[in-house]
């Protein structure tokens, strides 16, 4: 009668390596997930989490420069709505973020659709576009303001060279035309990231399809609408999700510019936040207005995100 091999013989582990813990370690997969995640949570940690959670502990606190200050509840929340200069803040941030955001989706669709075509110098046309992106703002914000400046202004000049006007114009001297030139600049600013987003989204459209369309008979702006525009939709919502939250925090540029003014004119919930915070010593207070406009922020997030998901599903 033949015995099993399972009881007979039994399988010798004298050869085979010996496993040391941190071999053990690495081989469980949660653990390894675990170290690889490390660092990231480390520097979320540090540069996000801990700043927001001190922002908050700011805002429901009477805290100045140097004074910890007491537990006041949301009283400093409370003070924002009577406030005139932070209702102006809220419009303006609004009418800031809706402006930009429509022309740059626009001007950087329109620009990455003829950057999609095949021309000579693709290459370096595709590379100077993304300078006013590349170049760092204060600096690219300061040539702005020198362009804007009412007796230097190249502007100036060329609209008086080209007959159009006959005085000086006072940009961003000007309540209302100071809010048209911040506008302006972030457009300028803004445009290469849409482009370039847009143009690699147009990348992964398979030309076939183009094709059979033009077969079909489909016109151009047929084929834009019922063939590229579906297909480039997910990769424009997380293009748009990002720039908008990136313009309504917007500080540097307004900043630089016009540091809010002129009368408040441009005042948004960054530089009012700084002014107060930073300018005036009330922590407390500057941490407030910081943290009014989250729950837009975090309603636009969740709206558009959403979205994104029922495009991708359907």
């Keep these: 009668m033949a015995v099993p091999y ?34 990231t949570i480390v520097l979320l940690g ?8 001190k922002g908050v502990e700011l ?15 949301l009283r400093n929340f409370a003070a924002l709505m009577g406030d005139s200069i932070f209702r102006i803040a809220v419009a ?22 003829l950057l999609n ?14 300078l006013p992106f590349i170049i760092p703002t204060v600096l690219s914000t300061f040539a ?14 060329t609209l008086f060279r080209l007959g159009l006007i006959h005085a000086r114009i006072n940009w961003l001297g000007d309540p209302g035309l100071a809010m048209v030139s911040v506008i302006i600049v972030n457009i300028w600013r803004g445009v290469p990231f849409y482009a370039i987003s847009l143009l690699a989204g147009l990348q992964t459209i398979n030309p076939e399809l183009q094709e059979a369309a033009a077969i079909d008979g489909a016109r151009p702006w047929q084929r834009f609408r019922y063939v590229t525009w579906p297909l480039l939709l997910p990769v424009t919502m997380v293009v748009v999700l990002f720039s908008i939250i990136q313009t309504f925090a917007d500080f540097q540029l307004v900043y630089v510019l016009t540091g809010g003014g002129p ?8 530089t009012y936040a700084y002014q107060i915070g930073v300018g005036t010593g009330l922590l ?20 558009q995100l959403l979205y994104i998901r029922r495009v991708e599903i359907h």
Aim: charged content about 10%; hydrophobic content about 55%.
């Design 59 to 73: 805002s429901v606190t009477d805290a100045t420069v140097g004074v910890a200050g007491h537990f006041v509840g």
């Design 92 to 113: 303006n941030t609004f009418l800031y973020t809706a402006v930009t955001t429509v022309f740059k989706l626009a001007l950087g669709l329109w620009l990455a659709l």
């Design 144 to 157: 702005w303001k020198w362009m804007f400046d009412p007796t230097f202004s190249v502007i100036n000049w």
């Design 263 to 270: 009368a408040n004119a441009t005042q948004l919930f960054a």
């Design 284 to 303: 407390s207070q500057g941490a407030a207005v910081s943290l009014a406009m989250f729950p837009v922020l975090l309603v636009v997030v969740i709206v």
């Design 6 to 39: 399972a009881l007979t013989e039994r399988p010798s582990y004298a050869g085979a390596p010996r496993r040391g813990p941190v071999t053990r370690l690495l081989e469980d997969q949660r653990w390894l997930a675990a170290v690889l995640l490390a660092p």
């Design 117 to 130: 075509r095949h021309f000579k110098g693709k290459a370096l046309t595709r590379a100077f576009v993304l």
């Design 46 to 53: 540090l540069f996000i989490a801990y700043p927001f959670v």
